[in-house]
Protein backbone atom coordinates (compact mmCIF):
# COMPACT_ATOMS: atom_id res chain seq x y z
CA UNK A 1 0.00 0.00 0.00
CA UNK A 2 1.47 3.67 -0.31
CA UNK A 3 1.38 5.33 2.04
CA UNK A 4 0.05 8.85 2.23
CA UNK A 5 1.34 12.14 1.54
CA UNK A 6 2.35 13.99 4.34
CA UNK A 7 -0.34 16.41 5.82
CA UNK A 8 0.53 20.70 4.84
CA UNK A 9 -2.43 21.74 5.92
CA UNK A 10 -1.12 23.35 9.48
CA UNK A 11 1.89 25.82 9.26
CA UNK A 12 3.72 24.10 12.53
CA UNK A 13 4.89 27.98 12.98
CA UNK A 14 1.50 28.35 14.66
CA UNK A 15 0.38 24.71 15.84
CA UNK A 16 -0.03 23.51 19.56
CA UNK A 17 3.23 21.83 21.11
CA UNK A 18 1.20 19.03 21.87
CA UNK A 19 -0.11 19.02 18.68
CA UNK A 20 3.26 18.97 17.40
CA UNK A 21 4.79 16.37 19.70
CA UNK A 22 1.65 14.26 20.39
CA UNK A 23 -1.59 14.27 18.59
CA UNK A 24 -0.93 14.89 15.24
CA UNK A 25 1.63 11.82 15.20
CA UNK A 26 0.00 9.48 16.61
CA UNK A 27 -2.91 11.32 14.16
CA UNK A 28 -0.10 9.75 10.91
CA UNK A 29 0.80 6.87 13.00
CA UNK A 30 -2.60 5.46 12.75
CA UNK A 31 -3.70 6.66 9.26
CA UNK A 32 -2.55 4.03 7.50
CA UNK A 33 -4.08 1.42 9.75
CA UNK A 34 -7.66 3.21 9.25
CA UNK A 35 -7.34 3.42 5.42
CA UNK A 36 -6.39 0.28 4.69
CA UNK A 37 -9.53 -1.10 6.81
CA UNK A 38 -11.66 1.48 4.84
CA UNK A 39 -12.44 3.46 8.19
CA UNK A 40 -14.26 6.62 7.06
CA UNK A 41 -13.61 10.20 8.82
CA UNK A 42 -17.18 10.25 9.70
CA UNK A 43 -17.02 6.72 11.80
CA UNK A 44 -13.43 8.16 13.11
CA UNK A 45 -15.26 11.55 14.32
CA UNK A 46 -18.42 9.68 15.96
CA UNK A 47 -15.74 7.30 17.68
CA UNK A 48 -14.17 10.61 19.09
CA UNK A 49 -17.43 11.60 20.22
CA UNK A 50 -17.52 8.32 22.39
CA UNK A 51 -14.50 9.17 23.54
CA UNK A 52 -15.06 12.84 24.81
CA UNK A 53 -18.22 11.14 26.38
CA UNK A 54 -16.34 8.63 28.43
CA UNK A 55 -13.89 11.85 29.36
CA UNK A 56 -17.06 13.40 30.27
CA UNK A 57 -18.27 10.32 32.56
CA UNK A 58 -14.59 10.03 34.03
CA UNK A 59 -14.68 14.01 35.56
CA UNK A 60 -18.12 13.10 36.91
CA UNK A 61 -15.68 11.82 39.97
CA UNK A 62 -13.16 14.61 39.70
CA UNK A 63 -12.46 14.24 43.17
CA UNK A 64 -10.73 11.48 42.66
CA UNK A 65 -7.48 11.52 40.91
CA UNK A 66 -8.00 8.20 38.85
CA UNK A 67 -11.10 9.39 37.54
CA UNK A 68 -9.10 12.83 36.71
CA UNK A 69 -6.39 11.34 34.83
CA UNK A 70 -8.65 8.87 32.90
CA UNK A 71 -10.66 11.90 32.32
CA UNK A 72 -7.16 13.50 30.83
CA UNK A 73 -6.55 10.42 28.74
CA UNK A 74 -9.88 10.13 26.75
CA UNK A 75 -9.82 13.73 26.37
CA UNK A 76 -5.98 13.27 24.63
CA UNK A 77 -7.54 9.82 22.64
CA UNK A 78 -10.83 12.76 21.45
CA UNK A 79 -8.09 15.02 20.37
CA UNK A 80 -6.16 12.62 18.39
CA UNK A 81 -10.00 11.11 16.45
CA UNK A 82 -10.38 15.04 15.92
CA UNK A 83 -7.36 14.91 13.86
CA UNK A 84 -7.38 11.87 12.81
CA UNK A 85 -10.86 12.10 10.61
CA UNK A 86 -9.59 15.44 8.79
CA UNK A 87 -6.84 13.43 7.74
CA UNK A 88 -8.55 10.83 6.32
CA UNK A 89 -11.18 12.83 4.47
CA UNK A 90 -8.14 14.76 3.00
CA UNK A 91 -6.50 11.57 2.26
CA UNK A 92 -9.06 9.79 0.76
CA UNK A 93 -10.52 12.97 -0.70
CA UNK A 94 -13.73 12.52 1.37
CA UNK A 95 -14.41 16.00 2.65
CA UNK A 96 -17.69 16.44 3.18
CA UNK A 97 -20.15 18.93 4.18
CA UNK A 98 -21.71 16.54 6.52
CA UNK A 99 -18.13 15.41 8.07
CA UNK A 100 -17.68 19.44 8.38
CA UNK A 101 -21.26 19.14 10.51
CA UNK A 102 -20.12 16.28 12.58
CA UNK A 103 -16.65 17.50 13.22
CA UNK A 104 -18.08 21.17 14.77
CA UNK A 105 -20.31 18.76 16.57
CA UNK A 106 -17.77 16.60 18.30
CA UNK A 107 -15.92 19.37 19.01
CA UNK A 108 -18.76 21.22 20.81
CA UNK A 109 -20.44 18.29 21.97
CA UNK A 110 -17.65 17.05 23.88
CA UNK A 111 -16.65 20.41 26.04
CA UNK A 112 -20.61 20.45 26.52
CA UNK A 113 -20.94 17.17 28.35
CA UNK A 114 -18.18 17.54 30.69
CA UNK A 115 -18.96 21.38 31.32
CA UNK A 116 -22.55 19.72 32.33
CA UNK A 117 -21.31 16.75 34.45
CA UNK A 118 -18.67 19.61 36.63
CA UNK A 119 -21.69 21.83 37.16
CA UNK A 120 -23.92 18.46 38.07
CA UNK A 121 -20.91 17.49 40.36
CA UNK A 122 -21.15 20.70 41.94
CA UNK A 123 -24.62 21.34 42.24
CA UNK A 124 -25.34 25.00 42.96
CA UNK A 125 -26.42 28.20 41.29
CA UNK A 126 -23.10 29.41 41.26
CA UNK A 127 -21.69 26.48 39.70
CA UNK A 128 -23.78 26.46 36.71
CA UNK A 129 -23.75 30.34 36.48
CA UNK A 130 -19.76 29.93 36.11
CA UNK A 131 -20.40 27.38 33.70
CA UNK A 132 -22.85 28.30 31.71
CA UNK A 133 -20.66 31.99 31.00
CA UNK A 134 -17.66 29.89 30.44
CA UNK A 135 -19.46 28.15 27.91
CA UNK A 136 -20.78 30.93 25.87
CA UNK A 137 -17.72 32.69 26.17
CA UNK A 138 -16.07 29.17 24.73
CA UNK A 139 -18.05 29.40 21.33
CA UNK A 140 -16.89 33.15 21.11
CA UNK A 141 -13.19 32.65 21.71
CA UNK A 142 -13.26 29.45 19.99
CA UNK A 143 -15.00 31.01 16.51
CA UNK A 144 -12.61 33.83 16.38
CA UNK A 145 -9.92 31.65 16.65
CA UNK A 146 -10.51 29.38 14.12
CA UNK A 147 -11.43 32.19 12.17
CA UNK A 148 -7.85 34.06 12.76
CA UNK A 149 -6.03 30.69 12.09
CA UNK A 150 -7.94 29.79 8.77
CA UNK A 151 -6.80 33.54 7.50
CA UNK A 152 -3.63 32.83 8.64
CA UNK A 153 -3.21 30.04 6.64
CA UNK A 154 -4.89 31.28 3.53
CA UNK A 155 -2.89 34.14 3.35
CA UNK A 156 0.98 32.46 3.65
CA UNK A 157 -0.51 30.99 0.36
CA UNK A 158 -0.77 34.19 -1.05
CA UNK A 159 -4.65 33.92 -1.29
CA UNK A 160 -6.36 37.08 -0.67
CA UNK A 161 -10.23 37.62 -0.26
CA UNK A 162 -12.42 39.99 -1.39
CA UNK A 163 -15.19 41.33 0.99
CA UNK A 164 -18.45 40.29 1.18
CA UNK A 165 -21.55 42.67 -1.22
CA UNK A 166 -23.74 43.89 1.30
CA UNK A 167 -26.73 41.72 1.83
CA UNK A 168 -30.07 43.50 0.97
CA UNK A 169 -31.76 41.63 3.58
CA UNK A 170 -31.79 44.02 6.76
CA UNK A 171 -31.76 41.19 9.02
CA UNK A 172 -28.67 39.88 7.21
CA UNK A 173 -27.25 42.75 7.08
CA UNK A 174 -27.48 43.32 10.82
CA UNK A 175 -26.11 40.38 11.50
CA UNK A 176 -23.35 40.31 9.24
CA UNK A 177 -22.61 44.04 10.25
CA UNK A 178 -21.94 42.81 14.21
CA UNK A 179 -20.25 39.77 13.45
CA UNK A 180 -17.91 40.80 10.78
CA UNK A 181 -16.90 43.63 12.98
CA UNK A 182 -13.59 42.18 13.19
CA UNK A 183 -13.09 40.73 9.77
CA UNK A 184 -13.79 44.62 8.13
CA UNK A 185 -10.52 45.56 9.41
CA UNK A 186 -8.93 42.38 8.43
CA UNK A 187 -9.83 42.89 4.86
CA UNK A 188 -7.93 45.78 4.42
CA UNK A 189 -5.33 43.64 4.30
CA UNK A 190 -6.71 41.24 1.82
CA UNK A 191 -7.33 44.32 -0.37
CA UNK A 192 -3.16 45.33 -0.11
CA UNK A 193 -2.73 41.69 -0.63
CA UNK A 194 -4.53 41.16 -4.02
CA UNK A 195 -2.71 44.37 -5.41
CA UNK A 196 0.44 43.94 -5.05
CA UNK A 197 2.54 43.56 -7.69
CA UNK A 198 5.20 41.53 -4.97
CA UNK A 199 2.10 39.92 -3.67
CA UNK A 200 4.55 36.67 -2.39
CA UNK A 201 7.01 39.03 -0.70
CA UNK A 202 3.88 40.49 1.11
CA UNK A 203 3.06 36.84 1.80
CA UNK A 204 5.71 35.63 3.49
CA UNK A 205 6.31 38.76 5.25
CA UNK A 206 2.84 38.90 7.04
CA UNK A 207 3.63 34.86 7.80
CA UNK A 208 6.63 36.04 9.27
CA UNK A 209 5.39 39.00 11.46
CA UNK A 210 1.68 37.37 12.49
CA UNK A 211 3.44 34.51 13.78
CA UNK A 212 3.61 35.66 17.24
CA UNK A 213 -0.09 36.92 17.80
CA UNK A 214 -1.04 33.49 16.58
CA UNK A 215 1.38 31.50 19.04
CA UNK A 216 -0.41 33.70 21.54
CA UNK A 217 -3.98 32.61 20.49
CA UNK A 218 -2.72 29.11 20.27
CA UNK A 219 -3.68 29.07 24.00
CA UNK A 220 -7.56 29.08 22.92
CA UNK A 221 -7.27 25.85 21.52
CA UNK A 222 -9.15 22.93 22.76
CA UNK A 223 -5.58 21.51 23.70
CA UNK A 224 -5.28 24.14 26.22
CA UNK A 225 -9.02 23.71 27.70
CA UNK A 226 -8.58 19.42 28.55
CA UNK A 227 -5.47 20.26 29.99
CA UNK A 228 -6.74 22.83 32.08
CA UNK A 229 -9.48 21.14 32.97
CA UNK A 230 -7.56 18.50 34.38
CA UNK A 231 -5.43 20.81 35.77
CA UNK A 232 -8.31 22.51 38.07
CA UNK A 233 -10.08 19.07 38.95
CA UNK A 234 -6.36 17.48 39.83
CA UNK A 235 -6.60 21.02 42.18
CA UNK A 236 -9.88 20.29 44.06
CA UNK A 237 -11.73 23.13 42.02
CA UNK A 238 -13.16 22.61 39.00
CA UNK A 239 -14.51 25.96 38.93
CA UNK A 240 -10.55 27.34 38.64
CA UNK A 241 -11.06 26.11 34.71
CA UNK A 242 -14.24 28.33 34.24
CA UNK A 243 -12.46 31.52 35.70
CA UNK A 244 -9.36 30.86 33.08
CA UNK A 245 -11.81 30.50 29.84
CA UNK A 246 -13.72 33.90 31.22
CA UNK A 247 -11.17 36.06 32.32
CA UNK A 248 -7.21 34.73 31.30
CA UNK A 249 -8.46 33.23 27.70
CA UNK A 250 -10.80 36.45 27.16
CA UNK A 251 -7.71 38.63 27.88
CA UNK A 252 -5.76 36.66 25.08
CA UNK A 253 -8.53 36.54 22.53
CA UNK A 254 -8.50 40.61 22.89
CA UNK A 255 -4.90 40.96 22.40
CA UNK A 256 -4.20 38.27 20.31
CA UNK A 257 -6.97 40.18 17.69
CA UNK A 258 -5.89 43.53 18.42
CA UNK A 259 -1.86 42.16 18.05
CA UNK A 260 -3.08 40.24 14.36
CA UNK A 261 -4.79 43.74 13.43
CA UNK A 262 -1.92 46.08 14.59
CA UNK A 263 0.34 43.26 12.34
CA UNK A 264 -2.11 43.84 8.92
CA UNK A 265 -2.48 47.50 9.50
CA UNK A 266 1.65 47.90 9.47
CA UNK A 267 2.32 45.99 6.55
CA UNK A 268 -0.65 47.41 4.64
CA UNK A 269 0.85 50.88 5.06
CA UNK A 270 4.07 50.20 4.00
CA UNK A 271 2.55 47.99 1.07
CA UNK A 272 0.48 51.23 0.22
CA UNK A 273 3.32 53.58 0.50
CA UNK A 274 4.61 53.39 -2.66
CA UNK A 275 1.55 53.65 -4.27
CA UNK A 276 0.21 56.57 -2.81
CA UNK A 277 3.28 58.91 -3.18
CA UNK A 278 4.96 58.39 -6.12
CA UNK A 279 7.99 60.24 -6.39
CA UNK A 280 8.72 60.89 -10.36
CA UNK A 281 12.16 61.46 -11.28
CA UNK A 282 11.80 65.40 -12.18
CA UNK A 283 11.14 65.17 -8.22
CA UNK A 284 14.21 63.90 -7.23
CA UNK A 285 16.24 66.51 -9.05
Same mark, same amino acid.
Do not use: K
Given at each position: ???????????????????????????R???? @???????????V?????????????????????????L??L??????????L???????????????? !?????????V????Y??????????????L????????????S !??????????????????????????P???????VA??????????????????????????????????M??????????????????????????? @?? !?????LT???????? @?H????????????????N????????
Open positions: MTPPLPDRSRDRRIEDPTNLWIIHPAGALLP @WFIARGVSANASVCGLVLGAGAALAYANWALWPFALGLLSVGWLIADGDGMIARATGTASPLGR !FLDGLCDHGFAMIIVLALSIGTVEGWVAVSAGLLHAVQS !FYESERARFHRRCRGVAVAAPVPSGNLVLLYDGGIIDRFAYRFDAALSRSPSSAALADAYGSQATQPRLMRLLSANTRVVAIFLACLAGNPRLF @WW !FEIVPLVLILGLA @WRAVEARLTGAASAPLSPESPTQRT
